[in-house]
């Protein structure tokens, strides 16, 4: 890495003008970005293949196991495939707008990894205002999927983005009224304090925390699954409706933008939710540092391999609901957000602070989370049970090996 | 909210639509989301089925049934043999009576079972679709078993049936069945029931009982807006007089009679009596000839027919004029879907581009069997 | 200086969110074919001639949506810096952002009523 930089110093004379220690930075964030690059495309390329797989099982058929093995290799073929495909603008289209859409849908998507908190220092960048930030800059998506609906000429692109922008906005308000109680709790609004505020254990995570974080848990979740154009939220691209949604026009390597921030973004859903409920990158480090003592570089690995894995166990969650639910109608969604979503979140808040009040007057309070963990695991146990039932009715053979 | 004037857009919904079932065009002006007119415009798939059955035989007009309803087409043949065997005074075997209601029944299951995986997909549950062809793909074996053909059968013949039943057959049918009945349920389990696709199908287009008899509707259509209506017992053909099934309606279980959920619920019921009808002729099948003797150029004598029969889709009926020549003078064909297609226009006032989806699908149209 | 250094991996990020598709779109135009039609470029209506215009006045609706989001999301936006200093503001700042959260509540049951939360 310091090799690399003298190199980089040597050749471009006007950055020696420069301090060296900023120049030493910049060329380390720019590997970190590289890196993070690196990651969210191997995230969003092997969800795409994840998530067929998933959804043949469910559909009791294979899925794609063609391309490499286990059809694992189907996202690179399909990548290479949409680079050879005609780069295409529709005769009446905004050329501008059009072309520079999902340059913005993927520029927002991608800058909220910044403040993505991997692990316990394993964070871009670790601005105070976090997931401030998140909610600012991820709006930037909503401009580029309404300019590709409106640029399109197209009356499906243009129903599709509309929709998308009416469902995303919305959203918007439930979701950063059911942060604030997290805020409110952590008095912080930056990634690594909220992860602080939490514990490794389940019942020391903000979801459990009081009821008012248990609902904002709920809300969060399926808010920002609106927000991300998921089923049964996914009315944007309802293809039996508007044909393909705002991406109608699109073809080549611009249709692979907008999916690319699309599975990037059910990353961002998952991290999100673990960072704010449930409990981040925090694990019984006292545990095993306080047994061997020697192993105390190793808690960051085993917080980041934590981090992952919640997430990724939300990401299939996420997949899970997308194969299983219709979709809500446009009118529908609208009453759930702005009828439920919206005055439930707006009680959290008031309900947080008096329990905040009251907590500090009566310690007792704080053995509320025990009850409320018992509570969320009945949540599991209660769908566990539906789908042994299921299946003890269905006496139909069951596959349960994902692989052929 | 009135108050606020937008402009009206027109949208053309078709012919290359995901939910149009085939090549079906509506013209829709909406306001946004919410649709102020909707024009049927039909005609995409027009093969003049009606015409090329003045230049075939009477026998030889058969395979051409099979594409006026793809998707039932033992249903189609069905109806066209009760025609020419009216017209012509011919005569069918017991035996052939029965493998026909078997072979038909199986294809009315199996065209419910696209409806109901097609309309669930149209409201964007996709995994129910598969698991309803899958069960789909059974009775295409059972089907090609017994004729050679999966979809377009040409297995029903004026005067009998092209083949009798294969070795073995009626065990795998009844293997199936037994599978199958309870595999209904599990479609309940699976979709019916989901909150969800309650909300979207209960209440949504309402087509009272007096608007369904007014408009023409037919088959279980008609049968979800309340009206106890079946060609199968009201004006019995074939065996049907002799087997033991009801009539499922419409009850307006979590909406009102005649929703699209009814419409939804109607046809899973059937696909219950379906399976109680070819149990049932599974059983008292008797042994015989399955053709009765025809010559081989049939001249039916001259004058004119109209025989209607219960299809997947409703009542099918073929209008015949013979000249006591080879052809046919003319046929005229009513599908139950281009009735379908009638009301469109006057129960889509002010719905939402959503719920046009839904209406679409739960009306079950083939895109053949309205242009014929 | 901190504060720009906090920031300078956003600036980068974005630097680089735009060369990456910049770059990928780029490669994919000279690799890939370039075919013109001219009834390849009408826009996809299901495969008819589009009738009248796309670019009309839109829906109301979609309209009256984003004027509710701006007013309850620059709420929201002031409720950010209350919730992160609650502890500290006290019993003060739980009146003050009591009285806000009740005219806010109360603008939403004024929308309710007022029917703009229907569709119809």
């Known amino acids: ?32 970005t590289c890196m993070l690059l690196f990651w969210v495309a191997l995230f969003a390329g092997i969800t795409s293949w994840v998530e067929r797989r998933v959804a043949g099982r469910i559909q009791s058929r294979i899925g794609p196991n063609r391309v490499g093995p286990q059809g694992f290799l189907q996202w690179i073929a399909d990548g290479l ?32 990894f910044v403040v993505v908190p991997f692990g316990d220092g394993l964070i871009i960048s670790n601005l105070n205002i976090g997931i401030f930030y998140v909610l600012a800059i991820s709006s930037l998506v909503v401009v580029g999927i309404l300019m590709s609906g409106w640029s399109s000429n197209n009356k499906w692109s243009l129903l599709g983005g509309m929709r998308s922008a009416a469902q995303i906005v919305s959203y918007e308000i439930p979701v950063s009224l059911a942060i604030l109680p997290v805020i409110l709790l ?12 939490q514990g490794p254990y389940p019942w020391q995570w903000f979801a459990f925390h009081n009821p008012f974080t248990f609902i904002a848990f709920f809300i969060f979740f399926i808010g920002a699954l609106a927000e991300g154009n998921r089923t049964p939220f996914d009315i944007p691209e309802a293809e039996s409706e508007l044909v393909a949604g705002y991406n109608t026009e699109y073809s080549g390597m611009r249709f692979v933008f907008f999916f690319f921030a699309e599975w990037a973004n059910l990353y961002i859903i998952a991290a999100l939710t673990v960072t704010l409920f449930l409990g981040g990158w925090n694990t019984p480090a006292h545990l095993y540092t306080n047994l061997f003592g020697l192993l105390h570089r190793s808690v960051d690995v085993a917080g980041t391999f934590v981090f992952i894995l919640k997430s990724l166990f939300l990401v299939f969650v996420i997949i899970w609901i997308r194969w299983t639910l219709p979709r809500l109608r446009v009118d529908q969604m609208m009453d759930v957000c702005w009828k439920y979503f919206v005055p439930f979140s707006f009680a959290n808040i008031v309900g947080t602070i008096i329990w905040m009040v009251l907590a500090d007057a009566a310690p007792v309070l704080g053995y509320v989370r025990y009850i409320l963990f018992v509570v969320g695991l009945m949540v599991p146990l209660a769908i566990a049970m539906k789908i042994t039932r299921n299946f003890r009715l269905a006496k139909s053979e069951i596959h349960l090996n994902p692989f052929i | 909210m009135t108050e606020f004037i937008t402009e009206e857009m027109t949208l053309n919904m078709g012919p290359q639509h995901p939910s149009t079932h085939g090549v079906l065009r509506f013209q829709l002006t909406s306001d946004g989301e919410v649709i102020h007119s909707v024009k049927p415009d039909v005609g995409y798939l027009h093969r ?49 009576e029965y493998l026909r209601v078997i072979a038909a029944e199986l294809n009315r299951i199996s065209s419910h079972l696209i409806m109901l995986g097609v309309m669930a997909m149209d409201i964007g549950a996709v995994t129910p679709f598969p698991y309803f062809l899958r069960e789909r793909e059974t009775i295409n074996d059972l089907l090609e078993e017994l004729c050679g053909a999966r979809l377009t059968y040409n297995y029903i013949r004026i005067g009998g049936v092209s083949s009798d039943l294969p070795d073995g057959f009626r065990d795998r049918a009844l293997r199936f069945l037994d599978h199958f009945e309870p595999i209904i349920d599990e479609f309940n389990r699976l979709i019916t029931y989901n909150e969800i696709f309650v909300n979207r199908l209960a209440n949504i287009v309402i087509i009272p009982r007096e608007q369904a008899i007014a408009w023409a509707l037919v088959g279980p259509n008609l049968r979800a807006s309340g009206v106890k209506w079946d060609l199968r017992k009201d004006e019995p053909y074939s065996i049907y007089p002799q087997v033991e099934f009801d009539i499922p309606v419409g009850k307006g279980e979590v909406g009102t009679v005649g929703d699209c959920f009814d419409r939804f619920i109607v046809r899973v019921d059937e696909m219950r009596e379906s399976s109680k009808i070819i149990r049932q002729c599974l059983d008292k099948m008797p042994e015989g000839e399955i053709q009765s003797k025809l010559p081989r150029q049939l001249k039916p004598p001259k004058g004119e027919v109209y025989v209607r029969s219960e299809s997947a889709r409703g ?38 581009i959503a719920d046009m989806v839904a209406l679409i699908s739960s009306l079950d149209v083939i895109a053949p069997e309205i242009d014929r | 200086m901190l504060a720009a250094s906090k920031y300078a991996p956003v600036v980068l990020l974005f630097v680089i969110a735009l060369a990456i598709p910049v770059l990928m779109i780029g490669i994919a135009t000279i690799v890939g074919p370039r075919r013109l039609g001219v009834k390849k470029k009408v826009p996809f209506e299901c495969g008819t001639e589009p009738i009248g215009d796309t670019r009309k006045r839109f829906s109301v609706r979609f309209f009256l949506v984003a004027l509710l989001f701006i007013v309850f999301d620059v709420e929201a936006v002031f409720i950010f810096p209350w919730a992160v200093l609650f502890r500290q503001l006290g019993l003060f700042g739980f009146i003050e952002m009591a009285v ?21």
Not at chain 2, 51 to 66: L, Q, S
Not at chain 2, 328 to 346: H, L, Q, W
């Open chain 1, 1 to 32: 890495m310091e090799r690399l930089a003298d190199y980089i110093v040597y050749n471009l004379p006007f950055l020696q003008q420069i301090p060296r220690v900023i120049v030493d930075l910049i060329i380390m964030l720019f590997f970190a």
């Open chain 3, 100 to 120: 806000f959260l009740f005219i806010l509540i109360l603008g939403l049951v004024y929308v309710w009523k007022k029917g703009a939360l229907e569709w119809e």
């Open chain 1, 81 to 112: 495939k949409c680079f050879l495909k005609e780069d295409f603008v529709p005769a009446a289209a905004d050329k501008k707008l059009f072309l520079l859409a999902p340059y913005i849908v993927f520029a927002g998507m991608f800058a909220v």
């Open chain 2, 48 to 96: 003049s089925i009606e015409k090329i059955a003045e230049k075939v035989t009477y026998h030889g007009f058969m395979p051409y049934t099979d594409r006026v309803d793809y998707v039932a087409a033992m249903n189609s043949n069905f109806a066209w043999a009760l025609t020419v065997e009216k017209l012509g005074g011919y005569q069918v075997p017991e035996r052939a």
């Open chain 2, 315 to 352: 009542e099918m009926g073929y209008y015949l004029v013979s000249n006591g020549g080879l052809n046919p003078e003319r046929v005229k064909i009513r599908t139950g879907s281009f009735s379908a297609m009638a009301i469109m226009e006057e129960v889509s006032k002010g719905i939402m």
């Open chain 1, 186 to 197: 952590t008095g912080s609004l930056g990634m690594q304090d909220i992860i602080r505020a």
